[in-house]
C-alpha cells in the first residue's frame, strides 16, 4: 500500500509510520515538524507544511504524484488545557486539517482514511465505554475530534470514502527509545519529569468510589496503537462509510497503581502526594474493545508494566542525548 501520513513525525504517527514501512509500505510523512521531530523517521520522506489553512491544493498533488491509496491523518493539536484557552485556534487547527484532507482526498479519488479520534470525545462518562455511548466533549480539544468524526462520517455519505475514527484511550510507552514522547502532557512523563526535579508525583482525589480510591484509566502501549492501525487499513469494510473503534486494552489501572509501577521503575524514594479531585476526571473510564477485535482481529499485546519500563528507557535515552549536547556545547566554547 502507499500511504500518505499526517503527522508521521509526531509520537504515535512516526510508531505506525515506522511500522507501515517494515511491512514494506511506501510512506510519505506530512508534518509541520512542530511537536514532531524528523529525527523519529530519519529512512522515510517527510514533507514539511502546516495542513489545517488552505492546504487542500498541495496535499491533492502530494496524493497524485505519490500515487496514494490511503491516508493515515494523526496531524493535530493535543493539549486539554490549551485548547481551553484558544478554542478557535484549536477548532481552526483540528478541524482545519480533516476538512482540508478530504476536500484534497476527493479530489484526488482517495477513497480510504485512518483518523486519530480521542477517547476525550466521551467526556465525563464512567466505567467501560463502548463506541455507542453518548459523546458529550468537556472541552475544545474534545469536540474538535468529535466535529473531524462528523465531517468524515458526513463526507462518506457524498463520495465513496472508507474511513475509521479510532478513539485512543491513554497512550504510552515507547517501542523503541528514540521514538518515545517528549511532551510532558500524559501521567507517566508528567510524574517523570516531577521525579526528575525531586518533588512528589500528584494524585488528584483518592476518594473516588475505585479500587483504591484513586482514578482508573485505561493505558495502552504505543506500540499496540500503531499496529491498531495496520490492521484496521487493511481490514476498512468496503461499504463507504466512518467505522468508529475503540483503541484500549479494555483494562483499567489505577493512577496510584501507575504512579507506584512509575516510582519503582525510576528508583526513586519519593512519595506521592495526593490533592484534591480535579474537576471534570471521571472516576472509572476503560475502553470496551470488542468491535476492533471482531472487525481485524487486533487486541493489545503489552501490559501496563511493558508501557513504564518502555517509557522510562525512552527518558533515559532523551536525557543522555541533552546531557551530551550540553557537554559538546561546553567543549565548542
Ligand atoms: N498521545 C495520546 O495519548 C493521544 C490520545 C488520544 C488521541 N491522540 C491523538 O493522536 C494524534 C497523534 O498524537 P501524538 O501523541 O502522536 O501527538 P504529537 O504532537 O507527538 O504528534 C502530532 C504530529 O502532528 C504534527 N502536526 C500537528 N498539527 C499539524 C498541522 N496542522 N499540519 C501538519 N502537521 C501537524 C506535529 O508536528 C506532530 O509531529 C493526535 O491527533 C492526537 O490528538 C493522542
Given at each position: 500500500m502507499r500511504v500518505l501520513v499526517t503527522g508521521g513525525a509526531g509520537y504515535i504517527?512516526?510508531?505506525?509510520?515506522?511500522?507501515?514501512?517494515?511491512?514494506?509500505?511506501?510512506?510519505?510523512?506530512?508534518?509541520?515538524?512542530?511537536?514532531?521531530?524528523?529525527?523519529?523517521?530519519?529512512?522515510?520522506?517527510?514533507?514539511?507544511?502546516?495542513?489545517?489553512?488552505?492546504?487542500?491544493?498541495?496535499l491533492e498533488s502530494l496524493l497524485r504524484e505519490h500515487r496514494i491509496d490511503a491516508v493515515i491523518h494523526f496531524a493535530a493539536q493535543k493539549q486539554v488545557a490549551e485548547s481551553g484557552q484558544k478554542p478557535a485556534w484549536y477548532y481552526e487547527q483540528n478541524v482545519g486539517s480533516v476538512a482540508q484532507l478530504l476536500l484534497a482526498m476527493e479530489a484526488a479519488a482517495v477513497h480510504k482514511l485512518v483518523f486519530s479520534s480521542s477517547a476525550a470525545v466521551y467526556g465525563e462518562a464512567s466505567g467501560a465505554i463502548a463506541?455507542?455511548?453518548?459523546?458529550?466533549?468537556?472541552?475544545?480539544?474534545?469536540?474538535?475530534?468529535?466535529?473531524?468524526e462528523q465531517l468524515i462520517s458526513a463526507?462518506?455519505?457524498?463520495?465513496?470514502?472508507?474511513?475509521?475514527?479510532?478513539?485512543?484511550?491513554?497512550?504510552?510507552?515507547?517501542?523503541?527509545?528514540?521514538l518515545g514522547d517528549t511532551q510532558a502532557l500524559n501521567l507517566i512523563p508528567i510524574c517523570f519529569k516531577q521525579i526528575a526535579a525531586n518533588m512528589p508525583p500528584l494524585i488528584y482525589g483518592d476518594d473516588y468510589d475505585t479500587v483504591?480510591?484513586?482514578?482508573?484509566?485505561?493505558?495502552?502501549?504505543?506500540?499496540?496503537?500503531?499496529?491498531?492501525?495496520?490492521?484496521?487499513?487493511?481490514?476498512?469494510?468496503?461499504?463507504?462509510?466512518?467505522?468508529?473503534?475503540n483503541i484500549g486494552t479494555g483494562v483499567g489501572t489505577s493512577v496510584r497503581q501507575m504512579v507506584d509501577a512509575i516510582l519503582q521503575v525510576s528508583g526513586s524514594n519519593?512519595?506521592?502526594?495526593?490533592?484534591d479531585r480535579r474537576a471534570g476526571d471521571p472516576a472509572a473510564i476503560v475502553g470496551v474493545v470488542d468491535s476492533i477485535l471482531e472487525l481485524t482481529g487486533w487486541s493489545?499485546?503489552?501490559?501496563?508494566?511493558?508501557?513504564?519500563?518502555?517509557?522510562w528507557v525512552s527518558r533515559q535515552h532523551f536525557e543522555s542525548l541533552s546531557v551530551r549536547s550540553w557537554r559538546d556545547e561546553l567543549r565548542s566554547e
Open positions: 504517527g512516526a510508531h505506525t509510520s515506522r511500522l507501515l514501512a517494515e511491512r514494506g509500505d511506501y510512506v510519505l510523512v506530512v508534518d509541520d515538524l512542530v511537536t514532531g521531530s524528523r529525527e523519529r523517521i530519519p529512512e522515510l520522506p517527510v514533507v514539511s507544511f502546516n495542513i489545517a489553512n488552505g492546504s487542500a491544493a498541495q463506541e455507542d455511548a453518548p459523546t458529550h466533549p468537556i472541552n475544545p480539544y474534545g469536540a474538535t475530534k468529535l466535529v473531524g463526507s462518506s455519505l457524498a463520495w465513496p470514502l472508507r474511513a475509521a475514527s479510532l478513539r485512543y484511550f491513554n497512550v504510552g510507552g515507547a517501542g523503541s527509545p528514540e483504591d480510591g484513586t482514578c482508573v484509566r485505561d493505558y495502552v502501549h504505543v506500540s499496540d496503537v500503531a499496529e491498531a492501525h495496520l490492521a484496521v487499513l487493511n481490514a476498512l469494510p468496503e461499504q463507504p462509510g466512518n467505522t468508529v473503534l519519593l512519595t506521592a502526594a495526593v490533592l493489545a499485546r503489552y501490559t501496563v508494566s511493558d508501557i513504564v519500563e518502555s517509557a
